[in-house]
T-cell receptor, first 112, second 118 residues
Framework: ELKVEQNPLFLSMQEGKNYTIYCNYS?????LYWYRQDPGKSLESLFV?????AVKQEGRLMASLDTKARLSTLHITAAVHDLSATYFC????????????FGKGTKLTVNP | NAGVMQNPRHLVRRRGQEARLRCSPM?????VYWYRQLPEEGLKFMVY????????ESGMPKERFSAEFPKEGPSILRIQQVVRGDSAAYFC????????????????FGPGTRLTVT
């Protein structure tokens, strides 16, 4: 059974600081997704990572994928308050039905 | 292109009643997924459907829950005889027809239906 673990689950940081969220998964997969969710809202797609070594950047967020280590990271650079949200990584099972298995999420709070 | 649509957005049911949640996928999408999110948790897969077919229902509880995606009309997630533990946010996602290897199969999520059982 595919398991996806995120850490930390809660992250409080000050504006201007950098931090990394980690996403580990337990079985082979070559598609990893990062989503953002604001309270009471739906999921917004941030990144889709398709291959080993993939790196994508959008604004202050950068995501990377190491399929050999079964690890993805979401790096936050010079955090701002607007980045406060819950971030989920999700993995689909290689050759499976395309369903996504989600981590529990990292609740990020950026303090002024 | 309108996104994934779900209705109702909020639904309150008393224990023992039935809940019907609807999902209209994005135009051109023929794959629909239902996920459930409990408070402070990640999303859990429930069921994957294509038109008139259930492809994977491995995440569906064995009793009281059913899903369909008819040839015409929205996908329906039906919960019979609801209990308090069914209170959650239910998200629908859709994706395009499956493509070749390397296709993202990206799923686009609807706004969700928040079910409260009293």
């Amino acid at each position: 059974e595919l398991k996806v673990e995120q850490n930390p689950l809660f992250l409080s940081m000050q504006e201007g600081k950098n931090y990394t969220i980690y996403c580990n998964y337990s079985t082979t997969s070559d598609r990893l997704y990062w989503y953002r969710q604001d309270p009471g809202k739906s999921l917004e797609s941030l990144f889709v990572l398709l291959s080993n070594g993939a790196v994508k950047q959008e604004g202050r967020l950068m995501a990377s994928l190491d399929t050999k280590a079964r690890l993805s990271t979401l790096h936050i650079t010079a955090a701002v308050h607007d980045l406060s949200a819950t971030y989920f990584c999700a993995v689909d099972i290689k050759g499976g039905s395309e369903k996504l298995v989600f981590g529990k999420g990292t609740k990020l709070t950026v303090n002024p | 292109n309108a996104g994934v649509m779900q209705n109702p957005r909020h639904l309150v049911r008393r224990r023992g009643q039935e809940a019907r949640l609807r999902c209209s996928p994005m135009k051109g999408h023929s794959h629909v997924y239902w996920y459930r999110q409990l408070p402070e948790e990640g999303l859990k897969f429930m069921v994957y459907l294509q038109k008139e077919n259930i492809i994977d229902e491995s995440g569906m509880p064995k009793e009281r829950f059913s899903a369909e995606f008819p040839k015409e009309g929205p996908s329906i997630l039906r919960i019979q005889q609801v209990v308090r533990g069914d209170s959650a946010a239910y998200f629908c996602a859709s994706s395009p027809t499956a493509g070749k290897a390397g296709t993202t199969y990206e799923q686009y999520f609807g706004p969700g239906t928040r079910l409260t059982v009293t």
